[in-house]
């Protein structure tokens, strides 16, 4: 079964600050037909505005991941790390028993934008951590690059949790697949661009959940950006 969630169907708040849309029900967007889709539990499309950003605020128990597509995040936590990340840095923040951060665009005039994304753990009540990697163009080109799973295999950042993520870019000719074994669903997001994925068109924003499917296929690429979720089904 494969199921399509357009760009325009998502929960959408523009702050000023900030301009964002809620893939999954988060703050006062509340769907109860889209509450997340396993362990997936958000996903974020945030346009931070130019010298603004979240002040320090907590999460407990939530697997948080932070995908930037353009410009740069500062970073600052309670745990004493503090970075700034841009386009292809990957970062992990696993909240566990409590952490404090902050997030904030310090450019004078360009926007950032990013994906936050919130994973659901599989265990409770560990020591918060924190991890980030990079992934350059060349390794997402044409292919769907592992940056996320339960064993950090391949350099990718560890998710507590049943769950792989790969990001790819595709464009004219590139395609690629990828096996869904029984009892796994994929959860398809479209950063950027269009690509069609099981014969579906998509364009930025769109997205797509596959329970039951033996595979997913991307092809006809434009420019496109894509986050595929590899989940535990549930």
Do not use: C
């Not at 967007?29 to 997340?36: A, I, K, R, T, V």
């Not at 950090?152 to 792989?164: C, E, F, L, N, Y």
């Not at 006809?220 to 950006?225: D, T, V």
């Amino acid at each position: 079964m494969i199921e399509l969630r357009k760009s325009e169907d998502r929960g959408h708040v523009n702050h000023g600050w900030l301009d964002t849309y809620h893939t999954f029900s988060f703050a006062g967007y509340q769907d109860p037909e889209h509450m997340g889709f396993g362990p997936l539990r958000v996903i974020n499309d945030d346009r931070i505005a130019a010298g603004a950003g979240f002040g320090t605020h907590g999460h407990k128990d939530m697997e948080i991941i932070t995908y930037v597509l353009e410009g740069e995040l500062a970073h600052k936590d309670s745990m004493g790390n503090g970075s700034v990340i841009r386009p292809g840095d990957v970062q992990r923040m696993s909240a566990g028993t409590g952490v404090m951060h902050s997030e904030f665009n310090h450019e004078s005039e360009r926007q950032t934008h990013l994906l936050q994304i919130w994973i659901e753990p599989n265990v409770f009540g560990i020591a918060p951590g924190y991890e980030e990697k990079h992934f350059d163009a060349a390794q997402k080109r044409g292919q769907l690059r592992l940056i996320g799973s339960p064993d950090g295999r391949d350099g990718s950042v560890t998710i507590h949790q049943d769950a792989k993520v790969y990001v790819g870019l595709f464009d004219g000719d590139e395609r690629a697949s990828i096996p869904l074994p029984a009892g796994r669903r994929a959860y398809l997001h479209v950063a950027r661009g269009e690509v069609s994925a099981n014969g579906i068109a998509l364009k930025a924003g769109d997205a797509l959940k596959a329970i039951d499917e033996t595979q997913l296929e991307l092809s006809q690429g434009r420019q496109a950006e894509v986050l595929l979720f590899d989940l535990v089904g549930r």
